[in-house]
């Protein structure tokens, strides 16, 4: 129903930013409410940011808070993550997820997502 392709990740420098995107296809996108997640080498999927399909309300992992910023363009199809001030510690593939419509939603909780992007690297240098 959803196909999710992230983009935008890349090498920084610490301090650094980036925008990544994670465009969607598929009817009924607008009505999805999306994530962003991340995961580190060894380490768990851990969430980062999300947004309500009517764009809201965002929710931000305390990590995160501040320096990131979710935000979606339903007439594009597209949800971004601009990440600014980055650190070391956001190195990681980053994900973009989509949540169906038809449930209460608990956004840090990947379980909740119907769909996942490929993913997309982001290494930050210090």
């Known amino acids: 129903q959803v196909q999710l392709v992230e983009s935008g990740g890349g090498l920084v420098l610490a301090g650094g930013s980036l925008r990544l995107s994670c465009a969607a296809s598929?009817?009924?996108?607008?009505?999805?409410?999306m994530g962003w997640f991340r995961q580190a080498p060894g380490k768990e999927r851990e969430f980062v940011a999300a947004?309500?399909?009517?764009?809201?309300?965002?929710y931000y992992a305390d990590s995160v808070k501040g320096r990131f910023t979710i935000s979606r363009d339903n007439a594009k199809n597209t949800v971004y993550l601009q990440m600014n001030s980055l650190k070391p510690e956001d190195t990681a593939d980053y994900y973009c997820?989509?949540?169906?419509?038809?449930?209460?939603?608990?956004?840090?909780?990947?379980?909740?997502?119907?769909?996942w992007g490929q993913g997309t690297q982001v290494t930050v240098s210090s």
């Open positions: 947004i309500t399909w009517s764009g809201g309300n965002t």
């Open positions: 598929g009817r009924t996108f607008t009505s999805y409410d």
């Open positions: 997820a989509a949540h169906g419509p038809s449930s209460s939603w608990a956004p840090p909780d990947r379980n909740e997502y119907d769909y």
